[in-house]
């Protein structure tokens, strides 16, 4: 059931504004599904560039550290060479 107005135009029925609220509520639920995803992929990307950063971290004092032991090494055996 429609009512016509005053001018001419018609305002919606019942049916139609339930419908339409349905179809707002539904909006409504896909966006939020959507900010909770990009803020799960921001925060695994964000998580996966910390890690890496930790690992490229690990991995330079990890060279550094052989480094240092072979320059070590290395002087006892050109010290130990040049006495005999």
Known sequence: MSM????GSQTT????????MSALEK????QAATQAGA?????ATLAGAQSTQAAAH??????MAAGSIA???GIFLG???AKS
């Open 4 to 7: 016509t107005m005053e001018d």
């Open 13 to 20: 029925t019942q049916e139609d504004m339930g419908q339409r």
């Open 27 to 30: 909006a409504q639920a896909v």
């Open 39 to 43: 803020e799960a992929t921001q925060a």
């Open 58 to 63: 690990a991995g330079t004092w990890a060279t």
């Open 71 to 73: 320059l070590v090494v």
């Open 79 to 81: 010290v130990t060479i």
